[in-house]
């Protein structure tokens, strides 16, 4: 069966940066377009990035923007999320999803499997 395993959460300060990886397997990684949501306590999940089948084309949440960057490698079935200068509001619990067809979307509807999320904290 499909498998979406994150890591590298964890606690940092603000203004730091975090590495975050996400491991798929039980499917053919290079036909799945790939993205990164977050949900915060007591809201509701939201886009964070995403990446189309190739790499071509990706797609960031206002809020990320040019602190962010959604990376892949196909040969390892791995999507990455780079993020620096971190703020306490990009506390949450991040989920990486797959998406079928190859092209990047921002909405959750349009992705077929998850992963259980990792917890990433920023401090003040």
């Known amino acids: 069966q499909v498998q979406l395993v994150e890591s590298g959460g964890g606690l940092v300060e603000a203004g730091g940066s975090l590495r975050l990886s996400c491991v798929a397997s039980?499917?053919?990684?290079?036909?799945?377009?790939m993205g990164w949501f977050r949900q915060a306590p007591g809201k509701e999940r939201e886009f964070v990035s995403s990446i189309s089948w190739g790499g071509g084309v990706t797609k960031y949440a206002d809020s990320v923007k040019g602190r962010f960057t959604i990376s892949r490698d196909n040969t390892k079935s791995t999507v990455y999320l780079q993020m620096n200068s971190l703020k306490p509001e990009d506390t949450a619990v991040y989920y990486c999803?797959?998406?079928?067809?190859?092209?990047?979307?921002?909405?959750?509807?349009?992705?077929?499997?998850w992963g259980q999320g990792t917890q990433v904290t920023v401090s003040s």
């Open positions: 039980g499917l053919t990684f290079s036909n799945y377009a």
């Open positions: 999803a797959a998406r079928g067809g190859g092209a990047a979307y921002s909405g959750a509807q349009h992705f077929d499997f």
